[in-house]
Each structure stands twice: as C-alpha cells, then as structure tokens.
C-alpha cells in the first residue's frame, strides 16, 4: 500500500482532484458570467472524464487484488486436495501389495503348512559385496536367524549370513559362497548349486556333482532337494541352460539360469522354520 501513495497514478489522481477543485472555485465565483462558466466547464470536461477513467481504473485495480486472492485461496485448496489424492493412492498401492503377498503367504502356506515366515522388504544392497547381497528390514527381533532361507514365492534367493535386531544381510543363491543342495525333479539326479564370478553377471549359477552320463538336459527344472536341513526341499532354482564337461573330472556340470531377477526385488519372505530344518552354526 506504501507503494500505492508513492506512485505515478496517486500522484496523477492528486493533480486531477487539485484541478477539479480549483475549477469548482472559480465557476462558483464567476456563476452570474454565463460565458465564463460555459468555458470553465469546457476546461474541466475533459479532466472530470479523465479522473473518471481514474477512478473506474482503481476500482479495477482493487478488483483484481481481491480476485487473486480468491485465485490463490482456490489454488491453495487444490494443492490441498492433490496433496490429499496422493497420499490416498501410496496408501492404495500399499493395499494392494499386502493383499498380493498375503495371497502369496496362504498359497504357500497351504502347500507347505510346516514353513513359518517373515515377511522383509528390501532396503538396499550390500556395498561390500559383489554378488547381490542386499538388506531387509527384519532382524533378530522377527525371529530371523544366520542361514535361514530367503523366498519370493517358491522360488530360492538366498540365505541369511548376517543379523542385527531390526535388520539383516542376505547373500544369493549368485554367490560362490552359497552351496544348495539341488537336484533335477524329472531325472531325480542329485547334485548342488554354487555360484561362479563369470556366470553371475547372466544371473546363472553351476549345478556340479553330476554323473559324467547325467541325463539331464537343457530345460530340466532343478530344485532343492533338503538335504542337509538348510534348506526345504522343492524350493526352485532354475532352468539348465547347458551341459558342460569340466576341464578337471570326470563328472558333468551345468548351468542354471535363476529364474528370478534378484537385482529386481522388493519384498522377499525369510522361513525361519520349517519341517526337518538342522540348526546349523554361523
């Protein structure tokens, strides 16, 4: 408002209102002289047009402040409801993965009524790492512990190897330091899974131990078989995707290509029991 009385148009409405004053004066003194009037009159005409169009402008001008701050109120309340509408649909999406798992979880569940879970979202990868290890947000205090097996649906991804209350650090079925116990559900030949530094980049792994007339071929589904009770059995690896002969050996080897992107999950299910499970140290 300060801004208004140190401005051109205030100062051009005072001169106006300064001139039409003057005028009213001079026509009240001089209102017997018909002549003089009439030219006083045509003298002030155009100024009372003038400070007409002013004032008409400032009524505008006064207008339009008022209808911004209604704008500005009005955006203000769909910013509000747009802020609200969001927050609605993160907590939709939020619904609809815990209905997916949970349909997961009784699904599994009802094959397998012996597994007790817990259920983790992935929270980052372990820097330290080179083989896709990544962190969940469960730990000790969820009833994980070391070497407990780590799900997506039926499917292995890994094993716990590190645990704090509230979170804990898998490694994958990817690292050669993690060995499966596997074997071919159509042949039944038996064998286990290890990880390899120029297969991990394909997201593949070696099936080792086989017969040197191993009849499993390209296609063959390979699961865990549960020996050893770190594992339960019929958790699945993957497809073979080649039968190689080692440069050493006698027996076979073959390639499994996991049938998950590991680098890709968000959630994961972590079995902390199950039927026939050996408590296996750290």
């Given at each position: 408002?300060?801004d208004?009385?140190r401005g051109?148009?205030?100062?051009?409405?005072?001169?106006?209102?300064?001139?039409?004053?003057?005028?009213?004066i001079i026509?009240?003194?001089?209102h017997?002289?018909t002549?003089?009037?009439?030219?006083?009159?045509m003298i002030?005409?155009?100024?009372?047009?003038?400070?007409g169009?002013?004032?008409?402008?400032?009524?505008t001008?006064?207008?339009?402040?008022?209808?911004a701050?209604?704008?500005?109120?009005?955006i203000k309340?769909?910013e509000?409801?747009?802020?609200?509408?969001?927050s609605?649909?993160?907590?939709?999406?939020s619904?609809?993965?815990?209905?997916?798992?949970?349909?997961?979880?009784?699904?599994?569940k009802?094959?397998h009524?012996d597994?007790?879970?817990?259920?983790?979202?992935?929270?980052?990868?372990?820097?330290?790492?080179?083989?896709?290890s990544?962190?969940?947000?469960?730990?000790?205090?969820?009833g994980?512990?070391?070497?407990d097996?780590v799900?997506?649906?039926?499917?292995?991804?890994?094993?716990?190897?590190?645990?704090?209350?509230?979170?804990?650090?898998v490694?994958?079925?990817?690292?050669?330091?993690?060995?499966?116990?596997?074997?071919?559900?159509?042949?039944?030949?038996?064998g286990?899974?290890?990880?390899?530094?120029?297969?991990y980049?394909?997201?593949?792994?070696?099936?080792?131990?086989?017969?040197?007339?191993?009849?499993?071929?390209i296609?063959?589904?390979?699961?865990?078989?549960?020996?050893?009770?770190?594992?339960?059995?019929?958790l699945i690896?993957?497809?073979?995707?080649?039968?190689?002969?080692?440069e050493?050996?006698?027996?076979?080897t073959a390639v499994?290509?996991?049938?998950?992107?590991?680098s890709?999950?968000?959630?994961?299910?972590?079995?902390?029991?199950f039927?026939?499970?050996?408590?296996v140290?750290p």
């Open positions: 408002m300060k208004f009385f051109r148009l205030f100062k051009a409405i005072t001169v106006v209102v300064v001139i039409f004053l003057v005028g009213m026509a009240a003194s001089t017997s002289n002549g003089s009037s009439s030219f006083i009159g002030i005409s155009p100024f009372q047009k003038i400070a169009n002013i004032g008409n402008s400032i009524g001008f006064f207008s339009n402040i008022a209808t701050g209604e704008k500005s109120d009005k309340e769909l509000d409801k747009i802020a609200q509408l969001e609605e649909l993160v907590d939709y999406e619904l609809k993965i815990e209905v997916s798992l949970y349909k997961t979880y009784l699904e599994i009802e094959e009524p597994y007790v879970f817990a259920f983790a979202e992935v929270v980052g990868l372990d820097s330290a790492n080179a083989y896709g990544f962190m969940i947000n469960k730990g000790s205090l969820h994980i512990s070391v070497n097996p799900v997506s649906d039926n499917y292995l991804v890994g094993i716990v190897y590190r645990v704090e209350p509230t979170y804990c650090v490694k994958t079925i990817l690292d050669p330091s993690v060995n499966v116990a596997s074997y071919d559900i159509k042949t039944r030949e038996y286990y899974t290890q990880g390899e530094a120029a297969l980049p394909d997201n593949q792994l070696r099936l080792s131990d086989l017969a040197s007339d191993t009849s499993i071929s296609g063959s589904m390979i699961c865990t078989s549960g020996l050893g009770g770190v594992f339960p059995r019929d690896i993957g497809k073979v995707t080649a039968i190689e002969k080692p050493f050996g006698g027996g076979m499994i290509e996991h049938s998950l992107d590991i890709d999950l968000k959630e994961v299910f972590v079995i902390t029991e039927s026939g499970k050996i408590q140290q």
